[in-house]
C-alpha cells in the first residue's frame, strides 16, 4: 500500500518511469555509489537508497572493485533465490559482521537516503 501511495504522490511523469519498478530495484550505479529504490513505509514515499562504495570498501579494507555492490546491497531473501550464480563464500560476495551491520542499522556513513521528486 505504500508502495502504491508512494507512485501515486510523484509527478506524472516520474509516475510512468517509476511504475514497472519494485522495492530495491537499482535505478544507478556509479563509480562512487549503488542506488536502489526504496520505499519510506511510514511517510508513504519514494526514496533513492544511495550506498556509499568508498566507505563501504574503506571499512572492509577492499578496494572497491572487490566488492560486487549490487549482491552485497540486497535483501536475503534475494541473496538466497540468487545464490546459484553468486556464492555467498565467494570474497567479493562477503562483508564483515561489523560492516553487515552498519548496512542493517542503515548508518549515515554507509547509506543516505534522497525524496524521488
Same mark, same amino acid.
Request: charged content about 25%; aromatic content about 8%.
Given at each position: @500500500?505504500? =508502495?502504491?501511495?508512494?507512485?501515486?504522490?510523484?509527478?506524472?511523469? @516520474?509516475?510512468?518511469?517509476?511504475?514497472?519498478?519494485?522495492?530495491?530495484?537499482?535505478?544507478?550505479?556509479?563509480?562512487?555509489? !549503488? %542506488?536502489? &529504490?526504496?520505499?519510506? %513505509?511510514?511517510?508513504?514515499? !519514494?526514496? =533513492?537508497?544511495? /550506498?556509499?562504495k568508498?566507505?563501504?570498501?574503506?571499512?572492509?579494507?577492499?578496494? $572497491?572493485?572487490? $566488492?560486487?555492490?549490487? /549482491? %552485497?546491497?540486497?535483501?536475503?531473501?534475494?541473496?538466497?533465490s540468487?545464490?546459484?550464480?553468486?556464492? &555467498?563464500?565467494?570474497?567479493?560476495?562477503? !562483508?564483515s559482521?561489523?560492516?553487515?551491520?552498519? !548496512?542493517?542499522? &542503515?548508518?549515515?556513513?554507509?547509506?543516505? /537516503?534522497?525524496? %524521488?521528486?
Amino acid at each position: @500500500k505504500a =508502495w502504491k501511495e508512494g507512485i501515486n504522490k510523484l509527478p506524472a511523469d @516520474k509516475q510512468n518511469q517509476y511504475k514497472s519498478a519494485y522495492i530495491g530495484m537499482i535505478t544507478e550505479e556509479t563509480p562512487t555509489h !549503488l %542506488v536502489r &529504490l526504496h520505499v519510506d %513505509v511510514a511517510q508513504h514515499k !519514494l526514496q =533513492w537508497k544511495k /550506498f556509499d562504495k568508498q566507505a563501504i570498501a574503506a571499512a572492509e579494507q577492499k578496494a $572497491i572493485a572487490d $566488492i560486487c555492490f549490487p /549482491f %552485497v546491497t540486497t535483501t536475503s531473501r534475494r541473496k538466497k533465490s540468487c545464490s546459484n550464480n553468486h556464492p &555467498l563464500e565467494h570474497p567479493s560476495h562477503t !562483508l564483515s559482521e561489523g560492516t553487515r551491520a552498519k !548496512l542493517r542499522t &542503515l548508518d549515515a556513513a554507509f547509506v543516505s /537516503f534522497e525524496d %524521488v521528486q
